[in-house]
């Protein structure tokens, strides 16, 4: 016999979407902190190679991130089912998985930091300091992604303010030790990259005892269990979609970015400029995602269409209204926030040429968002792969169609990229919805 329908709230939604958009609003202060310390060093090249080093981990760990996302979408599942056993395994499980990829990443740094290093093509001196900054921080690599499982599984079982905890814990301690590193005791470079790996250190060791309370202080778990073929097979196919279309994320990322430096340094600038309007928008948006994440994947484990089909739906009004506010933000308050944040003249008025396209942004863009949730919650994960696939050759099909208008043509094709991720995926949704509840209906 069928459970009765359950009502998605607008309340439960915001109990895991604002934790997580605070979460996300607190990440950046890492950076903002690591840069004001060794800025204050008075030498460009160490600032350069600590910028250049946080783009190339921030890119790679999104590169494994699925750890995250999968622990997240099978423990929602298994919460929804009733299946309390599991959700320890799905924890240990995926530390596993993120303990053998950082150790992977630890084992392979030379090549690694030799082929991102030159793909980023700094000037000697930046190299040189990235290349020191990489060497340190590489080994926080097992500690960052089994952190991402653990705010995975948190969400999964709908504890986003303990999640919110961990990571607030992480960014603080951060902050703290690279203030006392660098400036206190004239670490330098090597301050911060330890600094970064005391906190990660930090965050785990708080996140593992408040897994050890909620599973009543047992996390072991079966040996056999933990290598069912099944269970591998399912979390592994998962996992490497996952992968695969993240990977086709960054790649459209990078192509921008790239595109954009082979205009000129004013048009990189400006598009530097613009895109942190694009990162603002998206910590509110990702916070709503989290919420399709684990609302959505809660219901494909009870069976519960009615409640899968509300959870959408909340996610998708509420993601469009914070669009639409953000997207009036940027058109009255844009051309401020310009000055603000850059005094060069020709970077102001670039900026401002490409600002339509940026108001424009989360509009698209919010469909995207809202749609990987709840993709990711159902594990969708083959069919989220090939649309992503399918949008990033819309973007390149676009950029080329329009190369010629310059970065004109290069913000048409972000747009071109966002509607096509949110468009494809709103279209493939009652097909996938019908097959996921099949047998319930």
């Given at each position: 016999m069928l459970a009765p329908p359950t009502r998605v709230t607008t309340a439960r939604v915001f109990s895991i979407a604002g934790p997580?958009?605070?979460?996300?609003?607190?990440?950046?202060?890492?950076?903002?902190?690591?840069?004001?310390?060794?800025?204050?060093l008075g030498d460009a090249a160490m600032l350069g190679g600590v910028a250049m080093a946080s783009f190339m981990f921030d890119c790679l760990f999104w590169l494994f991130a699925f750890v995250r996302m999968g622990t997240l979408a099978f423990t929602a599942q298994s919460l929804g089912a009733g299946e309390t056993d599991k959700l320890r395994l799905h924890l240990m499980r995926a530390l596993a998985v993120a303990g053998a990829i950082g150790a992977g990443l630890i084992a392979l740094q030379i090549p690694l930091a030799a082929i991102l290093l030159g793909a980023m093509g700094g000037s000697e001196g930046v190299t040189g300091a990235a290349r020191a900054y990489f060497s340190?921080?590489?080994?926080?690599?097992?500690?960052?992604?089994?952190?991402?499982?653990?705010?995975?599984?948190?969400?999964?079982?709908?504890?986003?303010?303990?999640?919110l905890a961990v990571q607030v814990a992480i960014n603080l301690v951060n902050m703290a030790t690279t203030t006392v590193l660098v400036l206190g005791l004239g670490a330098g470079i090597a301050g911060a990259a330890v600094a970064t790996i005391i906190a990660e250190a930090t965050g785990l060791l708080i996140g593992l005892i408040i897994a050890l309370r909620l599973s009543k202080g047992r996390l072991t778990v079966p040996y056999a269990a933990l290598l069912d073929r099944a269970a591998l097979r399912r979390m592994f196919a998962v996992n490497r979609d996952i992968m695969i279309r993240t990977a086709a994320l960054i790649a459209a990322f990078?192509?921008?970015v790239a595109q954009g430096a082979r205009a000129g340094d004013v048009?990189?600038?400006?598009?530097?400029?613009?895109?942190?309007?694009?990162l603002a928008s998206a910590f509110f948006l990702d916070g709503l995602a989290n919420a399709a994440e684990q609302l959505c994947g809660q219901a494909v484990g009870a069976r519960d269409r009615h409640a899968f089909a509300g959870a959408t739906g909340l996610v998708v009004a509420w993601g469009f209204g914070f669009a639409l506010l953000v997207a009036a933000c940027i058109a009255l308050f844009g051309p401020a926030l310009i000055d603000v944040?850059?005094?060069?003249?020709?970077?102001?008025?670039?900026?401002?040429?490409?600002?339509?396209?940026?108001?424009?942004?989360?509009?698209?863009?919010?469909?995207?968002?809202?749609f990987d949730g709840v993709y990711i919650g159902a594990t969708w994960a083959r069919d989220m792969r090939n649309l992503m696939l399918a949008s990033l050759a819309?973007?390149?099909?676009?950029?080329?169609?329009?190369?010629?208008?310059?970065?004109y043509g290069l913000w048409a094709a972000q747009l071109a990229h966002y509607a096509a991720r949110g468009g494809l995926q709103a279209a493939r949704y009652p097909q996938l919805l019908k097959a996921t509840f099949r047998e319930a209906s």
């Open positions: 997580a958009m605070i979460a996300n609003l607190t990440t950046p202060l890492i950076g903002i902190v690591s840069t004001a310390a060794v800025g204050r340190i921080r590489i080994w926080s690599a097992p500690l960052a992604l089994a952190n991402y499982v653990i705010l995975g599984w948190l969400i999964g079982l709908a504890r986003a303010r303990l999640a990078l192509f921008f048009t990189l600038a400006a598009n530097a400029v613009l895109n942190n309007f694009l944040m850059t005094a060069s003249g020709d970077v102001r008025a670039a900026a401002r040429n490409y600002l339509p396209f940026v108001a424009l942004s989360p509009l698209l863009s919010v469909f995207a968002f809202a819309i973007f390149f099909t676009t950029w080329f169609a329009l190369r010629s208008f310059g970065n």
